[in-house]
């Protein structure tokens, strides 16, 4: 393989131009993580609708990244459809090909796209169940062919099994690897090619389990899935089946467990030697249990719900390990870290507009901000005012690595006013004003808008105070934050001060008492 | 059966004594849950080591119970370790069985329980496999006996699969089910009985076709662990098998999904035909490919990771649907209702002592909270802060109904002093001192504790305004909310003022400056 080509500057991987052959469900959650990522994408798809359902999985990926992380996302790739396979794919770095599940017919487009793609293109097929060997056959480049297998919903489930054939060139496996690794997804390599890879194969073992146990009626689906989600499936969200059995092991471990529970594989509690018959009794059988589990909901209300509940799950995730992050939390941080350091890549920090408080957070409400008034809990605002703060410090050279050096700017105080409420899904923006800044303090006032309109629905004043985090107490920032700090403060002092500054809880809502 | 026994008072469910058969970790787990619900626990084990595996796994989950909710546990049950399983059982109202999964044993052990309990006592038997009819044979009181089939850990996870046998009579099962909502677990009751229930006949098709992955080398127990964990088991934490599917179908839903993805049962995906041979060299390879996984944890590590991961996704289910929680996270949401009422019950909120402010909220700083700096993160000081007015409030009836009646109390404006830092796991405690109030506004001073040794780390001064939520402005409270509050706010206007409060942001820190 040759080298990869340049990066673009807006992108955050290591390359800059797309082609999506197939834009259904999971073609367009392709298309939605390349996009966001800053990624030209070029769309082939011959479905008279594909425009319309590529829109609509974009809009629910887009939605669900707002939820996801406030990082800042880089500027959207450019989205173009195509006529023709040859043209989508004439200038693509990497080609994903995601339509149905036929062998002939994947083989036919897959022909047209080594014909018509640049010689060291990736190709990448999203097949649930062919071997990547089947598929290489008659290419003339057949040795940049590879399975990269996704989840639904791909714009939020990180998983790719990467799988390579027999032809596939080493070089192929370790690129996609890192492609997948810098757009926030989880390449994991499957080390040798069989029908169904490992996901499709233990989704398959048990489905053919749950489908006797609903013929038998041993339990109806909901009792079914109720079994899955307040047990396994909790655990599975963060281990998965062998790093779980280690730890029911015991101190002696997986070996421990192993000769425990091996006897068990004998016992006849299986019915999977035979294939269940999913004739039409079956199959309404099952479609009637699923709407009474349903309660009246819509795929779409549930989609909605099962995405903020990814969401809330992987932040959760993110969070584990004192902020370390965990599984899918992890690659989330990681992801999060890179976002950061691009968007400051972008930044022209050293020439800020002087005419203005400096914007420094757009986000959007989560469904976890939520209160019981319906509206964003009172402690969330104080969360995006610190990220704020967060965002003001690492713009004077006060990061992570600074931190982890032995210093840090402390929250001494606090002074919040709410003047209006946000609702879920609302963006926000936050600005911050230097009020008052010497080498030790840093006196700070933010304001919060929610809405396209801008409405101003609360405002924090803040004094920070520069410490030694060892020594736990107060010491003046070195020379270097103190000038990037500098031409800021200088700048803000010539804006008007905030009237709300400097005032107590109280004051000036004294006149309310009047009307009382 | 006859009516269930009349409530300790001190006690969330419909009972009050309960023995515990076997405690080890399931056993354990069993204890835990009932001796955190203020139920009487009387334990019998012959283990000579059963006292310090049940305090370990007692003292685990009520540190996770800590970090998974803030709501007031009522005061712990009794636990007492008795010499004979007829004198652990002689005035129980429930009685667990966990002794080891052998069809012999478990006949024993429950003739003697049988035959030592009172007649209308349930019994519960924690066997993964074993048919409840078989369990049933020979006693005299079969129809009390059914399958209570918890998963590990069983203080986190909130699953019981409750299968009764050919003899349980209808109600055990129904008194069964509403004694494990009450103590906020999730009994699901399977039909029909059938070898190893649901649960566990999913994870063993899971499990045999995993064993076939490693073995023939598709890859490795860390990658299939990873295939789980960043995919379908980040679904399964909320939605199972079916309801995913369903949404998979699209708007066609389930008949759609099945006419999709039926003939797959064909395909020959799958090893389940044969039985894996589990040889010494499939366990050593096992072995070797999960330490090499671990990276070094220990597995008590690895516990306490798996518990406060499960800890933050719960939590995070609690958060969805605006609060209205979805799955483990609604159990959860349920529960902790429960828990507020029955405190509400064990208070005496018309006779406040008067001599100090009031202690309204103990919780603990969990593992979600802590920032980069290591410390407990800005804005989860105001969550508390939060929690403590909501304490209050309630305390006033300001409760859920009184705001979904179209009336709250709004936070305007918040004043905060950091003094200190909390560290993860830290006991806080927080309390409030009404300054000043009127029929619109409240006035309120918050202070907060950590520690045994209750260091003060943060002040919070808040101005509220009761509102009509529907028309979105302040209106007088109503008399009833008025009557309550008086007496408080008559016994703190007696208390010093606290000096802190009426102070802007960097009032009286001037003095730091000349040291700067």
Chains 1, 2 share one sequence.
């Not at 399975?147 to 919903?153: D, F, G, K, T």
């Not at 963060?238 to 029911?248: C, K, V």
């Not at 032995?406 to 879920?424: F, I, M, N, P, Q």
Request: contains cysteine; negative net charge.
């Amino acid at each position: 393989m040759t080298t990869p080509p340049p990066c673009s500057p807006s992108s955050l991987a290591p390359l800059s131009r797309v082609a999506c052959i197939g834009g259904g469900v999971i073609g367009g959650g392709w298309i939605a993580r390349f996009v966001l990522a800053g990624i030209d994408v070029k769309v082939f798809d011959p479905h008279p609708e594909a425009e319309r359902i590529v829109a609509e999985v974009l809009a629910n990926a887009e939605r669900a990244y707002g939820l996801l992380t406030g990082a800042p996302l880089p500027p959207r790739g450019r989205l173009s459809f195509c006529a023709t396979v040859a043209e989508a794919v004439a200038q693509a770095q990497w080609v994903q090909e995601s339509v149905p599940e036929r062998l002939d017919l994947k083989r036919r487009v897959l022909a047209q796209i080594d014909a018509a793609a640049p010689p060291e293109a990736l190709i990448g097929s999203s097949t649930s169940g062919l071997k990547p060997s089947d598929l290489q056959e008659g290419l003339a480049h057949p040795e940049r062919l590879f399975v990269a297998h996704p989840y639904n919903p791909v714009y939020l489930l990180p998983l790719v099994e990467i799988v390579g054939g027999t032809e596939t060139a080493p070089g192929t496996i370790a690129q996609a690897k890192a492609v997948l690794e810098a757009i926030g997804m989880k390449g994991v390599v499957i080390a040798r090619e069989i029908e169904a890879f490992v996901g499709d194969r233990l989704l398959e073992a048990l489905w053919r389990e749950a489908l006797w146990l609903i013929k038998d009626d041993i339990c109806d689906v909901e009792t079914l899935d109720d079994v899955i989600r307040y047990s396994f499936g909790l655990r599975w969200a963060q281990m998965g089946l062998f790093q779980t059995y280690r730890i029911a092991g015991g101190e002696a471990g997986m070996r421990h467990f192993l000769a425990q529970f091996g006897p068990c594989l004998a016992w006849p509690w299986s019915k999977l030697t035979d294939v269940v018959d999913l004739d039409d009794a079956l199959v309404e059988k099952i479609g009637a249990q699923s709407d009474a589990q349903a309660d009246g909901l819509s795929i779409r209300e549930l989609e909605r719900i099962r995405d903020e509940n990814l969401v809330g799950i992987v932040q959760a995730l993110k969070a584990s390990r004192e902020g370390e992050g965990w599984g899918a939390g992890k690659l989330l941080a990681d992801f999060e870290r890179r976002l950061w350091s691009a968007a400051g890549d972008r930044r022209a920090p050293d020439a800020p507009d002087a005419s203005a408080p400096l914007a420094l957070v757009e986000t959007r409400v989560s469904p976890a901000w939520i209160d019981y008034n319906g509206h964003m809990t009172e402690h969330r605002y104080l969360q995006v005012f610190g990220d704020t703060t967060d965002a003001l410090l690492r713009r004077i050279g006060v990061d992570l690595a600074y931190v982890e050096a032995g210093h840090s700017y402390y929250t001494v105080e606090t002074h919040l006013r709410h003047l209006d409420e946000a609702k879920l899904g609302e963006t926000l923006r936050a600005t911050c004003q230097i009020l008052a800044s010497d080498d030790k303090r840093l006196h700070l006032f933010h304001r919060l808008f929610a809405g396209p309109e801008g409405r101003e629905i609360a405002t924090a004043e803040h004094m920070l105070l520069h410490v030694d985090t060892q020594a736990g107490r107060a010491t003046p920032a070195p020379a270097e934050v103190l000038a990037r700090l500098a031409p800021l403060a200088e700048a803000h002092a010539r804006l008007p001060a905030p009237p709300a500054a400097g005032r107590a809880v109280g004051q000036k809502r004294a006149s309310l008492a009047a009307t009382a």
